[in-house]
C-alpha cells in the first residue's frame, strides 16, 4: 500500500513537470479552398483561347509535353497550367494565382481581373 501511495505521489508530482504545447494556429498564408467555380471560360482552353481570353503571355514555359501560360495583370498574376490528353493540344488543367507580391488570391477573381484589362496590358 505505501508503495502504491509513494507511486502515486511520485506520479502527480512529475505531472507539474509536463511542458506545454507550443503549437497554435499556424501563421502565414491564408489558404483558399480549391474551388472551380468563376473557372469555366479558362479550364480546358488551349494557348490560342488563352490569347484570345488574355493578350498575350508574359511567360511561356514549355518542359516536354507540359506548358504554362504565365499573365501579368496590376492586381494578380495567373498560371495557367496546360498539359496533353493523348495526342490532343495542350489545354489549362490546373491554374494557380497570386498578388504580384505573392500573397493569396482568389482565382476566379485574378480570371476576372485579367479578363478585365483588355486582353492585354
Known amino acids: 500500500m505505501k508503495r502504491l501511495i509513494a507511486a502515486g505521489l511520485l506520479g502527480f508530482s512529475l505531472a507539474g513537470c509536463a511542458v506545454p504545447s507550443t503549437t497554435g494556429p499556424a501563421v502565414g498564408r ?51 497550367y496546360l498539359y496533353p490528353k493523348g495526342n490532343s493540344e495542350p489545354v489549362v488543367t490546373y491554374l494557380d494565382a497570386r498578388e504580384p507580391d505573392g500573397s493569396t488570391i482568389d482565382r476566379a477573381s485574378c480570371v476576372a481581373a485579367l479578363v478585365r484589362r483588355g486582353g492585354g496590358k
Open 30 to 80: 491564408t489558404v483558399i479552398p480549391y474551388s472551380g467555380v468563376g473557372l469555366e471560360r479558362v479550364i480546358g482552353q488551349d494557348a490560342a483561347g488563352l490569347t484570345r481570353l488574355f493578350g498575350p503571355p508574359d511567360a511561356d514555359v514549355r518542359e516536354n509535353t507540359a506548358r504554362k501560360l504565365q499573365f501579368q495583370g496590376p492586381i494578380c498574376v495567373l498560371d495557367a
